[in-house]
């Protein structure tokens, strides 16, 4: 009896040396040697896999990042400047700054400004309405308004609003990663400089048709008169195809181009409220006047 | 013996209400919109500018390339320019616009109607008239006829096979030409045999149209090498690799043409057309297009001018019924629905087709129970539900290996689920996707 547990113990003692042995060999052999700093670069990345950055994921980026030597051209949108300033240092390259972006939907085809002629019955997405024809609206540039926008997102940044049924951005989610720029099958969606104060100036419209139909199918739309363009001092608004478009880098934010759009399709972001007109500071004062007035009546 | 397909299908209720209202002319008024692009592949060129004089039957876009095909001027006018034209579905194509001032012919064109019974002409006369004719498929797809004529090298025809299943509900019009230009169709049959040296032809319909085979049958006496085969009534019977399972037994492989199976399909309008081509010297201009619905209180049957606005067709059924929930273009199996009234027909358009209120809507979206019921229905021995949660992942790789790219978006998975899943919306989406995926080179 004692033996015959003696005898297992030590077989399987032996064999197990052998087989720890020949496992050491192999591990040694075969050992995957991977640079310490991708483990480093990846940590500093904020590990939201967006593809943002261009890549399939953080580990991806990282990666890129360790094996390239002239990473200036390389960007995390989510982490931004402080992220890629951080890694530049722990790797020792040379990143350069880049502007803050934030997307922009560059519709404002709510259903008060854009009659819907007829009804979708589909799935409801945008990429399915968009191959099955021109939308429910007489726009056929215009926002569809089925959210594929909305379920691309990872940062929960962009929501559809209940009573324009347009998608909107939360400027403080958004991290410019450029998912919903490639969901949206209309293009609607840009990039855009976030600007200082997270001020910005944008045509809200991207039809481009000629005025008169683009008109007739919404209120708001970008008739091409080139108003806007005269109004500017830098020019920094070009039209192609009865569309404007402004060169965020080039518009100095004067807002002279929102005044002078006759359909209010150019939109002004986070400014101040403008200095009341002295017109309307009048008008004000006939009614206080008046008001006191009818007091003393009352009175 | 009833002949059909063995692998799925489903079978409608036949809705064929316009059967007894016969073809009917109807000739366009004011202005007309002719799409340079009436076809698969490369658009035409167009060849006339604005201020010209056209009449009817004239050449007035050029086939660009050899997949492509001739327009021609559906009526005599002035052409008022190329403008971006809104079809069916909203989308803006180029078309030429044309005033309608009488309805002046071509000399060229034998307006007779005398039937020429003259089967004298060489595979290659008959192929030139095809092609200058413009001819394309009618059966929907508008592949251009005479590149569907021209056999590759390697392969051999056996068989011409004429589709007169009109499997979709509530079509008629193939069934109104079977009854009136019998014996037209049976010889553009005779020269589609000729133009790629066949001797076998089967013309096949189904059982709900007897009266059409009878009467073929009778004529077809006369006529040899053809041969009426009778069809069961399943949707898509009419689809071209069922059709040819169907009549020949055999199974067109996965990724091949038809020609592989030596057999050429041809749809009933579009073998009268060769008729019409060949015989009359007509270029494609016209074409027969059922208006009906259960609220229509006239059903008809029309030969339409293409590039004839709608609300033209539309006012000769005394307009749209109150209770339309939807108007579609096609069956309403495979068809699409028509967001723009105003647009013009086209070579394509077989029927337009008015759905009640009540029948309009699709059913409220629930979740998969995985019955399989629709893996039952397709005909194409494909897995519906899969591609459909694959198509709304976007998960390409995989939609190609399922084989996405043999679905022929014929409707039955659709049809049959209980769920009221959206299937084929997703299933053509992610075709489209993963096709792109397919024919990207490495």
Not at chain 1, 239 to 267: M, Q, W
Not at chain 2, 291 to 306: A, D, E, P, S, Y
Not at chain 2, 397 to 408: R, T, V
């Amino acid at each position: 009896m004692d033996s015959t547990i003696l005898t297992t113990v030590i077989m399987l003692g032996i064999l197990a040396a052998i087989l720890a042995a020949v496992l050491y060999m192999v591990a040694q052999r075969f050992k995957v040697v991977e640079d310490e700093r991708i483990d480093g670069t990846e940590s500093i990345l904020p590990g939201a896999n967006c593809g943002g950055c261009g890549y399939t994921g953080c580990r991806a980026f990282a990666e890129a990042l360790v094996k390239t030597d002239d990473i200036s051209v390389m960007f995390c949108p989510v982490g931004g400047n402080a992220a890629m300033t951080k890694i530049a240092e722990y790797l020792g390259k040379k990143v350069e700054a880049k502007d803050n972006e934030i997307a922009v939907v560059r519709c404002a085809g709510s259903c008060e400004n854009r009659q819907r002629v007829n009804e979708f019955d589909g799935a409801t997405s945008c990429a399915v309405m968009a191959a099955t024809y021109s939308g429910d609206t007489n726009c056929s540039y215009g926002c569809l308004g089925k959210g594929d926008c909305v379920s691309v997102c990872n940062f929960g940044a962009i929501y559809i609003n209940g009573e324009t049924m347009l998608p909107e951005i939360d400027e403080d989610k958004c991290t410019a990663c450029g998912s919903c720029t490639k969901a949206c099958p209309k293009l609607i969606i840009e990039l855009r400089k976030k600007g200082p104060k997270s001020r910005r100036i944008y045509v809200s419209c991207i039809n481009k048709d000629k005025g008169a139909v683009a008109r007739k199918a919404c209120k708001v739309a970008c008739i091409g008169c080139a108003a806007c363009r005269k109004a500017c001092t830098f020019e920094s608004i070009v039209i192609e195809n009865f569309l404007a478009y402004i060169d965020p880098n080039k518009c100095r934010l004067c807002r002279k181009c929102v005044e002078a759009c006759p359909t209010e399709s150019i939109i002004e972001l986070n400014f101040p409220p403008r200095k009341p007109k002295v017109e309307i500071q009048e008008q004000k004062t006939d009614n206080a006047s008046s008001e006191i007035e009818q007091n003393k009546i009352v009175l | 013996m009833i002949k059909t397909f063995n692998k799925g299908g489903v079978h409608p209720p036949e809705n064929k209400i316009s059967r007894n209202a016969a073809l009917e002319q109807l000739i366009p008024e004011g202005i007309i919109q002719i799409f340079i692009s009436q076809h698969i592949g490369a658009p035409a060129e167009c060849i006339v500018a604005k201020g010209d004089k056209v009449k009817t039957g004239q050449l007035i876009a050029k086939a660009n390339g050899f997949v492509s095909a001739n327009v021609h001027s559906s009526v005599s006018g002035t052409v008022l320019g190329i403008e971006n034209i809104a079809d069916y579905q909203g989308i803006k194509k180029p078309a030429i616009c044309i005033q309608v001032e009488g309805d002046e012919w071509e000399e060229s064109i034998d307006r007779s109607t005398e039937i020429n019974r003259d089967l004298s002409k060489t595979s290659e006369e008959i192929l030139a008239k095809i092609t200058e004719a413009g001819l394309v498929g009618l059966g929907g797809a508008t592949f251009p006829t005479h590149v569907k004529l021209a056999v590759p090298k390697g392969k051999t025809a056996k068989a011409i096979i004429i589709n007169g299943a009109e499997c979709e509900p509530y079509l008629t019009s193939d069934y109104r030409v079977m009854l009136e230009h019998g014996e037209e169709l049976l010889i553009g049959v005779q020269l589609l045999k000729k133009a790629v040296n066949v001797d076998k032809a089967y013309i096949g319909i189904e059982t709900n149209k007897q009266d059409a085979i009878d009467s073929l049958k009778k004529t077809a006496v006369n006529y040899s090498g053809i041969e009426i085969v009778s069809l069961e009534p399943k949707y898509p019977q009419g689809g071209e690799k069922q059709l040819i399972k169907s009549i020949t037994g055999i199974e067109v492989p996965d990724r091949a043409l038809p020609i592989e199976t030596g057999c050429i399909v041809s749809n009933i309008c579009t073998t009268l057309a060769v008729y019409e081509a060949v015989q009359k010297n007509k270029p494609l201009f016209e074409n027969s297009i059922t208006v009906t619905g259960k609220n229509l209180k006239v059903q008809k049957n029309f030969i339409v001018r293409v590039g004839t606005p709608l609300s033209q067709l539309i006012k000769a059924i005394g307009g749209i019924p109150e209770n339309t929930g939807k108007i579609i273009s096609g069956g309403p199996m495979m068809g699409r629905a028509i967001s723009n009234m105003e647009a013009p027909t086209m070579k394509g358009s077989g029927a337009i087709v008015f759905i009640t209120d009540d029948e309009a809507k699709r059913g409220t979206k629930s979740n998969c129970i995985r019955c399989s019921k629709c893996v039952a229905a397709c005909p194409m021995r494909l897995q519906p539900f899969l591609l459909y949660k694959l198509a709304e992942r976007n998960m390409l790789e995989e939609l190609k290996e399922n084989s996405i790219h043999a679905c022929i978006e014929c409707g039955c998975c659709l049809y049959t689920c209980p769920a009221n899943l959206p299937l084929v919306d997703y299933v053509r989406l992610g075709k489209t996707r993963a096709m792109k995926l397919i024919a990207k080179p490495k």
